[in-house]
């Protein structure tokens, strides 16, 4: 009894040593740094072996979390879209085929050769009508919160029922001739002279100027506006050369349907979480959407997922976009360690490790590459805004969930990062 008594004790005594240990690095190290003295930040770390956190400052507290908030939109996009991605509906009818989109991103974009959707409507091209049917689209291009200044930044493509290409247009000027894809657009650009070259387009319209300076224009990519399924069709119309034009409608509804499928899942959410793909992002949601509502709609999938798989999480989050754009996204670290404990235990480490990425890859390949292997995480950056949200494995064998959020700093976001840094990297040494 007695030996049992003070091998208790010991271990109860080397965790409050390492948690005090832990508590002093992170005061040291983060909160009174003069990166961030002034800047409110949430830290929690959480031992998935124990099921205990073992360092907690303000993890209940609500952050703007940035891209952070593509953590609840993987974990939801691996719950519910499945091993492949439904890339289209269609069915056949007396006349011809009926169509609908799923809000899959993968379309003609320059990362996927193999385009299953667009092989199969080459298919049907001799189909005397080929209808596409809007009505599952009920969403706004640009998302609540976004800064609306951004709209022609690539970063903001717009969100549609069916992208092609990315939602942008990619424009280069190694020569004197204009290159542009898709080629649907070339004849929307004007060329200007200027001091540095350049890509604009105008507020709502898909009107491009684009501006040689004394460099060549290289390569630049910009979003062009969508109107829900209207310039995709366009761009299909123009690169099918169908006699008869693929329609829109929305006086018709949908038959038993097949689906044709695109990508596995996991190739769009690496790169969703690696280079912090915004569009990715959004479509992911707007997929989810459609599978469990038949419609693509933010706010609706939102809330029937706060209802449902995400009903218990420790502060109920203000969630609003797919990607993290918006500023009016909440969440807590706590929130953040609760889902990322949850996708640990629903999908397992193996397919979370090749989807997050760990030191020396994607948006984190200038940090913890020492450590690459032992972390994987997913970064959030806005003006003000760092967040930091992973795995991590101990040198000491442990694995720990962790979440890390700054708000309101005044420094550069670089130092924020070095600072957080080195204090998960010395409680890795520690733990």
């Known amino acids: 009894m007695k030996r049992s008594f003070y091998l208790f004790a010991t271990l109860f005594l080397a965790a409050c040593s390492n948690n005090r240990y832990i508590s ?17 930040v949430g830290i929690a770390l959480y031992d998935a072996g124990t099921g205990q956190y073992i360092y907690d400052y303000q993890g209940d507290k609500y952050f703007v979390p940035a891209s952070n908030t ?17 890339g289209l509906k269609y069915s056949r009818t007396g006349e011809g085929y009926l169509l609908q989109a799923t809000g899959d ?7 996927y050769k193999n385009q299953p959707v667009y092989s199969f409507l080459e298919s049907i091209m001799t189909a005397d009508s080929v209808r596409w049917l809007t009505t599952n689209w009920s969403e706004n291009a640009l998302g609540s919160g976004w800064s609306w200044n951004d709209y022609d930044e690539a ?10 290409y990315g939602n942008t ?4 000027m190694p020569g004197e001739s204009l290159s542009v894809a898709p080629a649907f657009l070339k004849d929307s650009f004007t060329l200007s002279n200027g001091t540095r070259s350049s890509v604009k387009r105008e507020l709502a319209e898909n009107k ?5 300076g004394r460099e060549k224009l290289r390569a630049a990519e910009i979003p062009y506006v969508t109107r829900g399924y209207h310039t995709s069709l366009n761009i299909l119309n123009n690169m099918l050369k169908r006699k008869v034009a693929m329609r829109a409608v929305t006086n018709e509804k949908m038959p038993v349907y097949n689906v044709i499928h695109s990508q596995p899942a996991d190739s769009m959410l690496r790169p969703m979480m690696h280079r912090s793909d915004n569009f990715f992002a959004e479509q992911s949601l707007l997929m989810v959407s459609d599978r469990l509502l038949g419609v693509m709609s933010d706010y609706r999938v939102i809330d029937t997922l706060l209802k449902s798989a995400l009903k218990d999480l420790p502060q109920p989050p203000r969630w609003v976009d797919g990607s993290g754009l918006s500023r009016y996204n909440l969440f807590s670290p706590r929130d953040f360690v609760t889902i990322l404990d949850r996708m640990r235990n629903d999908f397992g480490m193996e397919r979370i490790k090749g ?3 760990t030191g020396g890859q994607g948006t984190i390949s200038s940090y913890y590459k020492q450590d690459s292997g032992y ?3 997913k970064t959030g950056t806005l003006s003000g805004v760092v967040a930091l949200s992973g795995f991590m494995y101990t040198q000491k064998g442990k694995q720990l969930i962790f979440s890390v959020i700054v708000n309101n700093h005044q420094a550069s976001a670089t130092e924020v990062r070095r600072a957080v840094e080195k204090f998960l990297q010395e409680v890795r040494r520690r733990y």
């Open 24 to 40: 002093r690095t992170a005061e040291k190290e983060v909160l009174n740094t003069n990166a961030l003295k002034t800047a409110h």
């Open 70 to 86: 593509k953590i609840p939109t993987c974990y939801v996009a691996m719950k519910y879209l499945g091993d492949s991605l439904d």
């Open 105 to 111: 991103p993968t379309l003609l974009h320059s990362d």
């Open 155 to 164: 970063y903001m493509a717009e969100r549609s029922p069916l992208p092609a």
């Open 169 to 172: 247009v990619r424009v280069s």
């Open 208 to 212: 491009f100027t684009v501006i040689t």
């Open 355 to 357: 989807i997050f990425a």
């Open 375 to 377: 972390f994987y995480a």
